[in-house]
């Protein structure tokens, strides 16, 4: 088959097959290229969509990009089962195998070290959002007289303070748990927050961060984040996970179209 070779991962050699079914960008499966002690998870995809230029042009179609990049986590999903993988950049392409080759050639030494640091190990992803505290419900009484000047202002002052009063909760809880799961986190990272429009959230994110945790501890790391869930009024803990260790892959698995 012709085509560009789209690269989901690097990995070391498995032998657990990849599911039969699988399928990945543009519906190719992905297959298994090897080189030295490395095995790059490849697939087919036109030039048409994914040459340098009509590739540029389509990351900036959202439903196009958000169709890519499911197909893109399915594989390294199922990766994730089986091995311990390098996930690469979306949109990672090269002209051919050789082209794979080269780069894995030239990334080799990052690729096995990053490899050793990150086997047998998961990624978590721990956000916190601050919420509006709900409002309760004011008993029937008869209708106020309107409010003054200073009746308003004083209103104003006070919800402000509320507000100011809940973002510095929100603050110093967030700073304890980042604190306190990295603590029994092996690495950690801190993201830049979320924006609420992008991400479709609701409330206002003030924790973004990933954690580098062994998967055979992962049920206690869980289970810690759990139990901080309901501590605060006014806050949402959210925990995602566990992916492959995009946070922790480094820079070296950035790739481009290859000649």
């Known amino acids: 088959m012709t085509g560009l070779r789209y690269v989901y991962a690097v990995c070391r050699p498995f032998g657990t097959p990849l599911q039969a079914q699988l399928t990945g960008v543009g519906g190719d499966p992905p297959r298994l290229l090897p080189h030295h002690d490395l095995v790059a998870v490849v697939s087919h995809v036109p030039e048409a969509d994914f040459a340098e230029e009509p590739l540029r042009a389509h990351l900036e179609d959202l439903d196009w990009l958000t169709t890519v990049a499911r197909a893109h986590q399915g594989v390294i999903d199922a990766l994730t089962t089986v091995a311990t993988p390098l996930p690469l950049r979306l949109g990672t392409v090269f002209r051919d195998d050789s082209g794979v080759r080269s780069m894995i050639e030239a990334r080799e030494e990052n690729f096995l070290r990053t490899l050793d640091r990150l086997e047998g190990r998961v990624e978590w992803g721990v956000k916190v959002y601050v919420e509006p505290e709900p409002t309760p419900e004011a008993p029937v009484t008869p209708a106020p007289k309107p409010a003054s000047g200073r009746d308003y202002l004083r209103q104003r002052r006070m919800r402000t303070k509320a507000q100011e009063d809940l973002w510095q909760r929100a603050e110093t809880f967030a700073t304890r748990l980042h604190e306190t799961l990295s603590e029994c986190a092996e690495d950690s990272r801190l993201h830049a927050p979320q924006n609420p429009t992008l991400s479709g959230a609701s409330g206002r994110n003030v924790l973004n961060a990933a954690y580098l945790v062994p998967r055979a501890e992962s049920e206690e790391f869980v289970e810690r984040v759990d139990r901080t869930k ?26 481009e179209e290859g000649a």
Do not use: H, Q
């Not at 501590?231 to 803990?237: E, H, Q, Y």
């Open 230 to 255: 309901d501590g605060t009024p006014g806050l949402r803990v959210e925990l995602t996970g566990p992916w492959a260790a995009y946070s922790f892959a480094g820079e070296e698995t950035a790739g």
